[in-house]
């Protein structure tokens, strides 16, 4: 009997330890990468505060869409699409073991900052031929963007 009577004395307190509270939110994670380690990303805007950092932010998310077919870390294979890293500034057609069109092998482009602009604003207007006939982005500030993230990424 006594030992019902302890068991009816613990019931509330082990009722009230289950809990009525929701299960908590998500929880914000935060990415801390050690000194030295190679990141092909750079700092977040909130890291650097200046517009250029901002600029860079705005250009890798819009990159994200470009990601389906183009990788950007050095010595990443390439996809559907050539690894795009340390392009800028690069010959067209270059990119080892990418399988290029004709068409921009033969281009002469040189990837400047203008040179991609007006290819990733209508990529088959610019080079007929090209095989990369999807991804343009007709948003000129979008363009300026990505192009901002991609000249990042070769300075690296």
């Not at 509330?12 to 939110?25: E, Q, R, T, Y």
């Not at 340390?86 to 068409?103: E, K, L, M």
Request: charged letters at 15%; a negative charge.
């Amino acid at each position: 009997m006594k030992t019902l009577r302890s068991l009816a004395c613990l019931a509330p307190i082990l009722l009230a330890a289950c809990g009525a509270d929701p299960a908590p939110g998500p929880v914000e994670q935060i990415i801390v990468r050690e000194a030295g380690a190679k990141t092909a990303a750079p700092a977040p805007a909130a890291a650097t505060g200046d517009a250029a950092g901002a600029l860079i932010a705005e250009g890798k998310a819009a990159f994200a869409n470009c990601s389906a077919c183009h990788a950007v870390a050095k010595d990443a294979p390439n996809g559907a699409g050539p690894n795009l890293f340390a392009i800028v500034d690069q010959p067209a057609g270059q990119v080892a073991g990418f399988a290029y069109s004709d068409a921009l092998k033969a281009s002469g482009i040189t990837w400047t900052a203008a040179e991609l602009d007006g290819f990733i604003a209508d990529p088959s207007a610019k080079i007929p031929g090209t095989t990369m006939i999807t991804g343009a982005i007709a948003d000129a500030a979008t363009r300026q963007a990505v192009i901002a993230y991609l000249e990042s990424i070769t300075a690296n």
